[in-house]
């Protein structure tokens, strides 16, 4: 129980010395992550269309 207790304690110094983001740093973030998500969704979309029409013709 010790090692449980000592290793919590340990956690929350840890947890201490982190730098959170600020709320809008997090939205910003985040609505890059998205924007640069749907960038290649539609990328790759894309290339999977181009690619199934060329088999089609093939095919």
Do not use: C, H
């Amino acid at each position: 129980m010790n090692k449980v207790t000592r290793f919590l304690n340990e956690v929350r110094q840890e947890v201490r010395k982190v730098t959170w983001p600020t709320r809008q740093e997090t939205i910003r973030y985040s609505l890059m992550v998205i924007v640069a998500s749907l960038i290649v969704a539609a990328y790759l979309g894309g290339i999977d269309f181009v690619v199934s029409r060329f088999l089609d013709i093939l095919i």
